[in-house]
């Protein structure tokens, strides 16, 4: 190699290379063209899009019911997923609502898609325990709004109580599905609605009692609603005792002889807790009936002797027809009593039942003693009725008469209540049962006339 060939080559070794600005830019231009073409086929070869994934699906499934049926669900259910999260608070915070309330209609929708889906999903457990559940809300809010005091309650009480029927005939239709078709109803749901609707009946009661000691026509027309739902109640309580039964029977061991067998025993119970109840509750009335007669003709007299001019005719009509409805409710007391002693007969032979396992005819008589409370709650409501009317007529013959140191209370403004805890016994020839019951009285008070309204 000659000698300039070598001095060229070390020249080129130790001088600076700096490559042309043209070359640089093309040869950045095309790697980077290379680059994105690689990254771009490795994704859409590595990332399926929805219509290769419902085409995969095809592979093992029809294609019919690829499109026409899985994709509407997922699609669903996607929507059902994200609606739910974003309701699920508004849900939590309309749980405690009452009606009139802005959030409660959240409530009643979630309640009513809580059903539905059960329906569909051809769930009857489920459904049935989502009625029983909703009643005792349905319930629970009467007694708040009854409690509450609010002007507009009437409306919404008697709006709620509708919805609380509608869900007991939902599960009374339940049970006798059940009764046609055991599998319908798992026995723990059966034991779970004989449960819940005593404590429906309990709830419903207390409501009953507040309306009582009100002498306004709309809570009257409450009071009677109030009492027929609770009639209802009763009924399906008794006709899960009946399908316990059945299951029992049947064979079902979820349900055994010594839980049907307390069933009936605690409706025998009830039964005559209620009848002493109603019968306390007449017996009150007859007191009361009795003492505003006396009261009325007193006050007649008097005001004879120092007005003769504040009496008449219509006191004397007055005074009669508060005559007749004291007799009206001596004789209810004498019905009540026979009533209770006949009670006392079917419980007693219920109970003889009960000890040598006659279930069947046991709960026939459980029936009877049912039906027997409902006649003296009858007789109960109407002596209360009358016994208010007659404070009423009371009232109106003081403001006539106006005499003496003594004012009966108006019953719209200053009536009270007694409500009597006492103990009370239903024996037979073999048989005893002590009920300890409260009952509700009106209470008369003596108060002073204001001077000016005293006649002299």
């Known amino acids: 190699m000659s000698r300039e060939l070598i001095r060229q080559l070390k020249q080129l070794k ?5 490559p042309r600005e043209e070359w640089l830019k093309g040869s950045r231009e095309l ?3 290379q680059i994105k073409n690689t990254v771009s086929d490795s994704e859409s070869s590595s990332a399926p899009t929805l219509e290769k994934v419902w085409a995969g699906l095809s592979i093992f499934l029809p294609k019919p019911v690829v499109y026409n049926f899985v994709r509407p669900i997922a699609v669903i259910l996607v929507v059902v997923t994200v609606a739910t999260t974003a309701y699920s608070g508004t849900v939590k915070a309309s749980y405690e609502t009452l009606p009139g309330d802005w959030l409660y209609p959240a409530k009643r929708a979630t309640e009513k898609t809580q059903v539905t889906v059960a329906s569909i999903m051809g769930d009857k457990n489920t459904e049935t325990k989502l009625h029983v559940e909703f009643a005792k809300r349905r319930a629970a809010e009467t007694k708040q709004m009854v409690q509450s005091g609010n002007p507009q309650k009437a409306g919404r009480v008697s709006a709620t109580v509708a919805d609380l029927k509608t869900e007991m005939n939902s599960i009374n239709s339940k049970l006798d ?9 798992q026995a723990e749901v059966v034991k779970d609605v004989k449960e819940n609707t005593e404590q ?5 009661q207390e409501v009953k009692n507040n309306l009582a000691i009100s002498t306004t026509t709309a809570d009257k027309i409450l009071s009677k609603e109030v009492n027929e739902t609770k009639s209802l109640v009763k009924d399906v309580s008794i ?3 009946e399908v ?4 029992h029977l049947e064979g079902d061991t979820a349900i055994s002889k010594e839980e049907v067998k307390q069933a009936i025993s605690n409706g025998l119970d009830k039964a005559a807790t209620d009848a002493v109840e109603s019968k306390q509750n007449v017996d009150g009335a007859k007191i009361i009936m009795e003492a505003a007669n006396v009261e009325v003709k007193d006050l007649a007299q008097a005001g004879g002797k120092q007005n003769k001019n504040s009496l ?7 005074t009669e027809q508060i005559s007749t409805v004291t007799n009206q409710t001596v004789a209810a007391v004498l019905k009540t009593e026979a009533v209770t002693i006949e009670l006392g007969k079917r419980i007693t032979e219920a109970k003889v039942l009960l000890g040598s396992d006659n279930l069947a005819e046991a709960v026939d008589k459980m029936k009877e003693a049912a039906m027997v409370t409902n006649e003296v709650e009858k007789i109960s409501d109407t002596a209360i009725e009358k016994t208010q009317t007659v404070s009423q007529i009371v009232q109106v013959i003081k403001e006539v008469t106006a005499i003496g140191n003594v004012s009966l209370p108006s019953p719209t403004s200053t009536i009270d209540f007694l409500l009597l805890t006492s103990t009370t ?3 037979n020839s073999t048989t005893s049962i002590v009920v300890t019951t409260t009952t509700i009285l009106p209470k008369i008070i003596l108060t002073p006339l204001p001077e000016e309204k005293i006649i002299k």
């Open 200 to 204: 429906i009946k309990t709830l419903l």
């Open 244 to 247: 316990m039964l059945a299951k």
């Open 177 to 185: 599905e059940t009764k046609q078709d055991s599998t319908n109803m």
């Open 31 to 33: 790697l980077l063209s």
């Open 425 to 427: 016994t239903i024996t």
């Open 14 to 18: 130790h001088d600076e290379v700096s």
């Open 312 to 318: 008449g005719p219509a006191t004397k009509e007055i």
């Open 239 to 241: 006709k899960a005792v």
